[in-house]
């Protein structure tokens, strides 16, 4: 049974912005380490891939019906690409206890200027 549907549409700039005007402090906010790792080797083009997931963080908060309050923790939500590039949902901490048993789809697309992400939450049990 579908739990939740969170979509989210983010600008790639505004992203851009904040990194460049807080630096490591927003992105250890909001990004794991390995959401780091993975965003920084496309140099130039990292922004979008920082986009993705906070838009993607942004959609999950939606698919749970709190948004970005109620104990919501940006890192303790990690977005880890599988094989083929697949993206998946890592859910840490709280977010784990609360949602872990949920089954997530995720699909995330960026342009140069813009990312977006999908977040569908079933229950299979």
């Given amino acids: 049974?579908?739990?939740?549907?969170?979509?989210?549409?983010?600008?790639?700039?505004?992203?851009?912005?904040?990194?460049?005007?807080?630096?490591?402090?927003?992105?250890?906010?909001?990004?794991?380490?390995?959401?780091?790792a993975y965003s920084d080797q496309f140099?130039?083009?990292?922004?979008?891939?920082?986009?993705?997931?906070f838009a993607t963080k942004e959609a999950f908060s939606k698919a749970i019906g709190t948004g970005v309050t109620q104990g919501f923790k940006f890192k303790n939500i990690a977005i880890k690409n599988i094989e083929f590039?697949?993206?998946?949902?890592?859910?840490?901490?709280?977010?784990?206890?609360?949602y872990g048993h949920l089954k997530s789809h995720i699909s995330l697309t960026h342009t140069d200027t813009n990312a977006a992400a999908v977040v569908v939450l079933e229950d299979i049990n």
Avoid: W
């Fill in 43 to 53: 140099g130039v083009k990292k922004y979008v891939h920082y986009a993705a997931r």
């Fill in 1 to 36: 049974m579908i739990i939740g549907i969170g979509i989210d549409l983010i600008e790639v700039n505004r992203i851009k912005e904040s990194i460049d005007k807080y630096g490591t402090r927003f992105l250890n906010k909001i990004f794991t380490e390995n959401e780091q």
């Fill in 85 to 98: 590039g697949k993206p998946i949902l890592e859910l840490h901490d709280e977010m784990l206890e609360r």
